[in-house]
T-cell receptor, first 115, second 111 residues
Framework: GDSVTQTEGPVTVSESESLIINCTYSATSIAYPNLFWYVRYPGEGLQLLLKVITAGQKGSSRGFEATYNKETTSFHLQKASVQESDSAVYYCALGSTGGNNKLTFGQGTVLSVIP | GGIITQTPKFLIGQEGQKLTLKCQQNFNHDTMYWYRQDSGKGLRLIYYSITENDLQKGDLSEGYDASREKKSSFSLTVTSAQKNEMAVFLC??????????FGPGTRLLVL
């Protein structure tokens, strides 16, 4: 089946440092999956951070970027300079196109940013 | 904009009990989903529904029933609560083939 593996947490970085959270996927049932990063901030619900539906394209939001790399089956999340407000749990996910758009999630990565 | 409401926010049940979780969305989305999240793990799909009265099993459907009687609501029933079922249940909805929006979750604790 389909699967997503991401950086084991927790990850702790200092404010203004750079960040990368790795995500690799295996899409055995989907030829051209859509790729997503979702985020859960403390006390809030799960929300979409960014998505990319075309291989080779980059998505960006709130200073975060992720590039859909079909060759390496990766979708790593990066930010050049993190802020304390970025502390959250980040989930990488892949989804099918079409009517049902079922999502397969990674296990989540807890990020703590130290001021 | 819209909102997804899940009730109850917290649910405490007894082992063997039948428990029902409810989800409402006012996005007018076609597709709705139920996921389960265990501590430190990713979300796993239990059931989804692409339209009113449709039900599709996910990877984790055993031990659960679902009901989509209206486009705006999607219920999930734990048919017999087990001691090891302490998890967060997340409801989501999406326009057909597009981004999923999630509710705040129901936290289940079985005594």
């Amino acid at each position: 089946g389909d699967s997503v593996t991401q950086t084991e947490g927790p990850v702790t970085v200092s404010e203004s440092e750079s960040l990368i959270i790795n995500c690799t996927y295996s899409a055995t049932s989907i030829a051209y999956p859509n790729l997503f990063w979702y985020v859960r901030y403390p006390g809030e619900g799960l929300q979409l951070l960014l998505k990319v539906i075309t291989a080779g394209q980059k998505g960006s939001s709130r200073g975060f970027e992720a590039t859909y790399n079909k060759e390496t089956t990766s979708f790593h999340l990066q930010k050049a300079s993190v802020q304390e407000s970025d502390s959250a749990v980040y989930y990488c996910a892949l989804g099918s196109t079409g009517g049902n758009n079922k999502l397969t999630f990674g296990q989540g990565t807890v990020l703590s940013v130290i001021p | 904009g819209g909102i997804i409401t899940q009730t109850p926010k917290f649910l405490i049940g007894q082992e063997g009990q039948k428990l029902t979780l409810k989800c409402q969305q006012n996005f007018n989305h076609d597709t709705m989903y139920w996921y389960r999240q265990d501590s430190g793990k990713g979300l796993r799909l239990i059931y989804y529904s692409i339209t009113e009265n449709d039900l599709q099993k996910g990877d984790l459907s055993e031990g659960y029933d679902a009901s989509r009687e209206k486009k705006s609501s999607f219920s999930l029933t734990v048919t017999s609560a087990q001691k090891n079922e302490m998890a967060v249940f997340l409801c989501a909805s999406s326009p057909r083939g597009d981004t999923q929006y999630f509710g705040p979750g129901t936290r289940l604790l079985v005594l």
